[in-house]
């Protein structure tokens, strides 16, 4: 046996026998002069991997004698190849470690040879693992299943959505940029626009694409005539008393009104346009704490179907019912650093329309009592404030108590090109700074003479104006730029995912909670 990595040691002890014991220690865990060894294996020993991908093999240590722990790393995959393992050192008593084996996005096709080593002491075994690193295919959708939408990939041919809203490309090298090209706006003034979605890596997006609407110019009453609206009167029976606060909502219009302590309430319900409207009436009474929070909830009350008449009263009386079943809301939901803290309503969901339950000035703390009743709908807490032009804003929909911990994402913050900059062109590098974890969409829009959109969707912090065969920046033209975005999401490929890019809506009642964030505006001409 070497004698390196053994001490040897010699021990007296004393006893009535006046034995002298001596032995060896073994640097790699074995002692009494035993062997210490250990085998390394993988499986499987070869990988095809896409790149942008990852995929993991199991490394397994079998250990002979008093082997301890085994250090693992990874060579021979340069800068295009990384390999983690979990755990690592594997410890004594652990035989098997998984390691996951990432291309990186970018690298070229290749065969590659990963050499696997472990060490425990002076003892070190490998095995090795060939990878093969693939192009993709990318198979997408467009967004709603659209058929005959121009899809493209920057470097490659554009191709038409087919049946369904499907499209494909062969022998693609993620990360890629993929854009949707049509008409947005108006039917009746059409603006060409592109949509980028800068660096995905998916094989399977699903994208959103230009699309336009069929816009009715909207009158509003009021301003050139009175809103049709009609008195409604009726009782208050049931749960509750007739002193603590009720919250109204009309389903198809606004209400106004109070109760008073003989039990009748008064209102009026105002709506947009028609002589006549159909809705329903809901009404809840709560108590409220002294930030105006809801405390407790004593009764609920929904009418049936009504028909209202533009400027004839009608009666609906209410028959409330106890609210058993509420949850609570606590915690704090704070603005990002330097801003005024949030202004916070809690909104109650009323058919199809909404009511706040609680509404406050400034405040970070939330503590509250809301109702679980599915007769009304949902509840959901929403958050905004604002700081030199840029807007945040937070929702949390709620289904049972919850303790909310939100911190506020800072709205980006616009850097270059600097407001009423001229001269710009696609080569012009559009950069600001936001928020973290956070996917930033940058609108780029100009009007007549020579109509033209861009939106982009990236996580970084730079990007210029995509070119594109279907649309070229049109010269000598005046735009304006805003960035928006969209929070928590992990990466860019959340933009193309099942589930569309979410604004912060008070309409919110389902769902994780999210974040937007909106950007001041600048302006900028094109270069002539």
Same mark, same amino acid.
């Given at each position: 046996m070497p004698s390196i990595g053994w001490i040897s040691t010699c021990a007296f002890v004393l006893s009535t026998m006046g034995l002298l014991a001596c032995g060896s $220690?073994?640097?790699? &865990?074995? /002692?009494?002069?035993?062997?210490? =060894?250990?085998?390394? %294996?993988?499986?499987?020993? /070869?990988?095809?991997?896409?790149?942008? !991908? /990852? @995929?993991?093999?199991?490394? #397994?240590? &079998? !250990?002979? *004698? +008093?082997?301890? =722990?085994?250090?693992?790393?990874?060579?021979? *995959?340069?800068?295009?190849? %990384? #390999?983690?393992? +979990?755990?690592?050192?594997?410890?004594?008593?652990?035989?098997?470690?998984?390691? %996951?084996?990432? $291309?990186?996005?970018?690298?070229? +096709?290749? #065969?590659?040879?990963?050499?696997?080593?472990?060490?425990?002491?002076?003892?070190?075994?490998?095995?090795?693992?060939?990878?093969? /690193?693939?192009?993709?295919?990318?198979?997408?959708?467009? !967004? &709603?299943? !659209?058929?005959?939408? @121009?899809? *493209?990939i920057i470097g490659k041919q554009s191709v038409t959505s087919g049946a369904g809203g499907v499209f494909m490309f062969t022998d693609v090298t993620p990360p890629y940029d993929l854009y949707t090209f049509g008409d947005s706006g108006s039917t009746s003034s059409p603006t060409p626009a592109v949509f980028l979605f800068n660096g995905l890596t998916r094989p399977d997006p699903i994208v959103t694409a230009p699309a336009t609407a069929n816009l009715t110019p909207v009158v509003l009453c009021g301003i050139v005539s009175p809103c049709p609206s009609s008195p409604v009167t009726g009782t208050k029976t049931g749960s509750g008393t007739n002193t603590d606060p009720v919250v109204f909502a009309w389903t198809n219009g606004a209400f106004s009104g109070t109760l008073d302590p003989s039990g009748t309430y008064r209102g009026q319900i105002t709506w947009s346009s028609g002589s006549t409207n159909q809705g329903v009436l809901h009404a809840i009474q709560l108590t409220r704490r002294a930030s105006g929070a809801p405390n407790t909830f004593l009764g609920y009350a929904k009418s049936g179907q009504v028909t209202l008449t533009s400027g004839t009263a009608a009666t609906v009386n209410l028959g409330f019912a106890s609210v058993n079943s509420t949850a609570t809301l606590t915690g704090t939901v704070s603005g990002p650093s330097g801003y005024p803290s949030p202004s916070i309503s809690l909104m109650q969901q009323f058919g199809g329309t909404q009511a706040p339950l609680w509404t406050t000035t400034t405040t970070t703390t939330v503590d509250a009592t809301f109702p679980l009743i599915a007769a009304a709908g949902g509840t959901t807490l929403v958050a905004s404030t604002s700081l030199n032009g840029g807007t945040s804003t937070f929702v949390q929909p709620l289904a049972a108590t919850v303790a909310v911990d939100f911190a506020m994402p800072a709205a980006v913050v616009l850097a270059l090109p600097a407001d009423a900059m001229p001269g710009v062109t696609a080569s012009t590098h559009f950069t600001w700074t936001s928020a973290a974890s956070t996917i930033n969409e940058v609108d780029i829009s100009t009007g007549a003479p020579t109509r033209a959109a861009y939106k982009i969707f990236t996580t970084s912090s730079d990007a210029t104006i995509p070119v594109v065969p279907e649309l070229a920046l049109p010269a000598n033209q005046a735009f304006s730029w805003q960035v928006v975005g969209y929070g928590p999401n992990a990466t860019i490929d959340e933009a193309a995912a099942a589930n569309e890019l979410e604004s912060v809506s008070s309409a919110d009642y389902s769902g994780l909670a999210h974040a937007q964030t909106f950007s001041s505006s600048r302006s900028f001409t094109s270069a002539p």
């Open positions: $220690v073994n640097n790699s &865990g074995a /002692s009494d002069g035993g062997p210490s =060894d250990f085998t390394l %294996t993988v499986n499987p020993t /070869s990988l095809t991997i896409p790149i942008a !991908r /990852s @995929k993991t093999v199991e490394v #397994t240590i &079998g !250990r002979t *004698g +008093a082997a301890g =722990d085994v250090m693992l790393n990874a060579s021979g *995959g340069g800068t295009s190849i %990384t #390999t983690t393992f +979990a755990p690592n050192p594997v410890p004594a008593g652990t035989t098997t470690s998984q390691a %996951t084996i990432t $291309v990186a996005g970018g690298a070229a +096709a290749a #065969t590659t040879t990963l050499t696997l080593t472990g060490m425990a002491g002076s003892i070190q075994h490998s095995a090795t693992v060939s990878v093969t /690193s693939t192009t993709i295919t990318v198979t997408g959708t467009v !967004r &709603g299943n !659209r058929f005959g939408v @121009k899809v *493209g």
